[in-house]
C-alpha cells in the first residue's frame, strides 16, 4: 500500500520537522489505512485531504473506518484540508506543534501513574 504524498503533506511534514517534532511521512499503520503523517510520541495522526473527504459520501465513511483503527491504536485523527495547507502552513504547524506538546506531556503524566 505505497502511496506517495501529496506536497501539501510534504510541506507540512517539513514545517513540522523544522520544529523539531518527531514524526513518519506516510506510515504504513495496520494494513487497514496508510497515514499522511504520524506524530508517534504525541499519538496523533494527520490526514491533509482533498475536497473529496467532505463531499464525498463513499470518501466520508471511508475516513470514519480509518479513525476507528487509528482510535484502537490509541491515536487521535486530524483531518486538514489541502487548501488550509496551503494558505496557512505557518499557522498550522504552529497548531499542531501546541497540540502535540499538550498530549505528548499528558500521555507522558498518565504512564508515570
Known amino acids: 500500500m505505497n502511496k506517495k504524498p501529496t506536497q501539501e503533506a510534504i510541506d507540512l ?10 514524526c513518519v511521512l506516510e506510515h ?12 508517534i510520541e504525541a499519538k496523533i495522526d494527520i490526514e491533509v485531504d482533498g475536497d473529496e473527504h467532505f463531499t464525498e459520501p463513499t470518501r466520508i465513511e471511508s475516513d470514519v473506518k480509518r479513525r476507528y ?11 486538514i484540508p489541502n487548501h488550509i495547507v496551503n494558505q496557512k502552513l ?6 499542531i506543534f ?12 498518565q504512564n508515570k501513574i
Open 90 to 95: 505557518d499557522k498550522v504547524a504552529d497548531a
Open 28 to 39: 504504513p499503520s495496520d494494513g487497514h489505512k496508510h497515514i499522511d503523517i504520524r506524530l
Open 13 to 22: 511534514y517539513d514545517a513540522l520537522t523544522n520544529k523539531g517534532i518527531k
Open 69 to 79: 483503527w487509528s482510535s484502537r491504536e490509541g491515536f487521535v485523527t486530524i483531518h
Open 98 to 109: 501546541q497540540v502535540a506538546m499538550t498530549r505528548k506531556g499528558l500521555l507522558n503524566q
